[in-house]
């Protein structure tokens, strides 16, 4: 798992100064836009998915390695359903006189 992320970080900097020198649609087209750059996360939720199971994290003395697995996981695939369907669901909390409301506003 480490050297996803090293690869995703090493990415994610060359995208960086190739987007400063040539511009956002440069940096897009050729990093962020890439099968590879897709497959490279692909790789990582199946890898955090499999390190659930190796390390036997369901356990309940293991619950925080659970939920920070959990965690990205649920953050990667959020970003690929906006990217790919365009959908965007916000959770806005306001306090309201002790009172906690929730809306939900889509954005599409």
């Known amino acids: ?4 992320f090293l690869l995703l970080i090493i990415a994610m900097a060359v995208a960086t100064f ?8 440069v940096a897009r087209n050729q990093v962020y836009n890439a099968k590879w750059f897709e497959l490279l996360f ?12 190796e390390y036997k994290l ?10 920070f697995h959990l965690a990205f996981i649920i953050i990667i695939l959020g970003a690929a359903i ?27």
């Open 1 to 4: 798992m480490g050297c996803l």
């Open 18 to 25: 190739i987007e400063n020198d040539y511009g956002a649609a």
């Open 42 to 53: 692909l790789l990582l939720i199946i890898n955090m998915a499999g390190h659930i199971f």
């Open 58 to 67: 369901l356990r309940k003395e293991k619950i925080t390695a659970l939920i």
């Open 82 to 108: 906006t990217r790919y369907t365009g959908l965007m669901v916000l959770f806005i909390f306001a306090k309201d006189n002790h009172k906690i409301s929730v809306s939900q506003q889509v954005i599409i």
